[in-house]
């Protein structure tokens, strides 16, 4: 584990990385284009992380759990992820790395198809989204559909094993691969996905 670690610590330590978090080297203009808030400054970082050469990089933005008042908390959230997300996927773009780059918007699970008493959705299990761009991933494509409340999968269901396995194949990484437990146990990467 030592050795891991040690390469993290030269990783995040590496003049590269250290200028790559210095977001004081962009021009406002990209900031603005980005959005200054929460969405676009981490979206902005994403794509520097990308340029300096991360091969993995996740980020969070704000709080999705709404079971209440859902639609004053979409109004809030959603126009700086819609400008931030379309920022990223041009500016990858246009400097040549959204081909080798492949960008994913999840969540955990999904919503409920009905409002609660409390004008929020709830947990709901059976049908989310995922939106993937670059990386090798044809855009434009729709691939799957729910029924017309949300509730069901319509046709092309795509689970999380299926999700797993499209994007470690974007990525060149062999998702029915075995890796080896301590006791000799092998695990699979991914335990029956199918590529997508």
Not at 3 to 23: C, I, M, Q, V
Not at 38 to 53: C, D, F, I, S
Not at 108 to 130: C, L, M, Q, W
Request: proline share 5%; glycine share 12%; aromatic share 6%.
């Amino acid at each position: 584990m030592n050795t891991f670690y040690e390469r993290a610590y030269n990783l995040l330590g590496s003049p590269e990385a250290k200028a790559a978090f210095d977001l004081n080297k962009e021009e406002q203009a990209m900031k603005d284009a980005y959005g200054v808030n929460q969405a676009g400054q981490r979206m902005l970082m994403a794509r520097r992380l990308v340029e300096a050469g991360c091969r993995l990089v996740t980020l969070t933005y704000g709080g999705w759990d709404m079971h209440a008042n859902i639609n004053g908390g979409m109004r809030n959230s959603m126009p700086p992820l819609d400008q931030a997300l379309t920022q990223l996927i041009n500016d990858l773009d246009q400097r040549g790395l959204l081909e080798t780059t492949l960008v994913m918007v999840s969540s955990e699970f999904g919503r409920t198809p009905k409002i609660n008493k409390d004008a929020g959705r709830d947990h709901y299990p059976k049908v989310f989204s995922v939106m993937l761009a670059g990386g090798g991933i044809k855009g434009g494509t729709i691939y799957g559909a729910s029924s017309a409340t949300a509730a069901e999968p319509e046709f092309d269901p795509v689970g999380p094993a299926d999700l797993a396995t499209t994007m470690y194949h974007q990525l060149g990484i062999v998702a029915e691969k075995e890796l080896m437990a301590p006791g000799v146990r092998p695990i699979e990467i991914v335990n029956g996905g199918k590529l997508i």
